[in-house]
């Protein structure tokens, strides 16, 4: 089974400040990795994804993760975050060739002006 | 990328009724759909896995008799919960994958906010 821990339930930061959103997860077999950013009464929309290849991820919206095996982490990062970042963010796995996600309990990061 | 729409966004019913959640995947056909719900400042948790023209698939503690899922084509799936009880409130959250074109991504709707009075 997998499972996804993010280790900060809540992240506040300052405009135009970095940050970081951890995320670890366990696993026995190889994973895909995503991160998923959810506003106010929205379901989820793809950050990015980690399938193979370059540990490296961008995605949309300037942010970025790097999938780490040793450590088992993939953490979420955006050099400078704006105010319209502020929203719930859920890091979710799914063993390789399935289908099901299984998430994280998200961090909600606020930025602040 | 694809488009997955959920309606209602959000309703209200008196305990005792049942509601009917949709959820269609508007520009693709979607092989598989997964209902999710979402407590307050919870994660989602799987709820069912459906495939189009057969039964769903539950997950482990979910109540099959009480939240009746139905996926009848390749573009709608729908869940219903019956007999609802204020402690079903709570945000339903659906997602659809094509295992054509994109067996890697599964795209959201924008959920369905029930609460039951």
């Known amino acids: 089974a997998q499972s996804v821990t993010q280790l900060d339930s809540q992240v506040p930061v300052f405009e135009e400040a970095p940050v970081e959103l951890r995320c670890n997860y366990s696993?026995?077999?190889?994973?895909?990795l995503f991160w998923y950013v959810q506003y106010p009464n929205q379901g989820l929309q793809l950050l990015l994804k980690y399938l193979s290849g370059s540990t490296l991820v961008k995605g949309i919206n300037g942010f970025e993760a790097e999938f780490n095996k040793s450590q088992t982490s993939f953490h979420l990062r955006k050099p400078s975050v704006h105010i319209s970042d502020t929203a719930e963010y859920f890091c979710?796995?799914?063993?390789?060739?399935?289908?099901?996600?299984?998430f994280g309990k998200g961090t909600k990061l606020t930025v602040n002006p | 990328g694809a488009v997955v729409s959920q309606h209602p966004s959000w309703v209200i019913c008196k305990s005792g009724t049942s509601v009917k959640i949709e959820c269609r995947s508007l520009?693709?056909?979607?092989?598989?759909m997964f209902w999710y719900r979402q407590f307050p400042k919870q994660s989602l948790m799987l709820m069912a896995t459906?495939?189009?023209?057969?039964?769903?698939?539950?997950e482990q503690g979910v109540e099959k008799d009480k939240f009746l899922i139905n996926h009848a084509s390749l573009t709608l799936s729908t869940l219903t919960v019956t007999s609802a009880h204020p402690e079903d409130s709570s945000f339903y959250i659906c997602?659809?994958?094509?295992?054509?074109?994109?067996?890697?991504?599964?795209?959201f709707g924008q959920g369905t906010r029930l609460t039951v009075v």
């Open positions: 997602s659809a994958i094509s295992g054509v074109l994109m067996n890697t991504e599964a795209f």
């Open positions: 696993s026995s077999v190889s994973v895909y």
């Open positions: 459906s495939n189009e023209g057969s039964k769903a698939t539950y």
């Open positions: 520009d693709f056909q979607a092989t598989t």
């Open positions: 979710a796995v799914s063993p390789s060739g399935s289908e099901k996600l299984v």
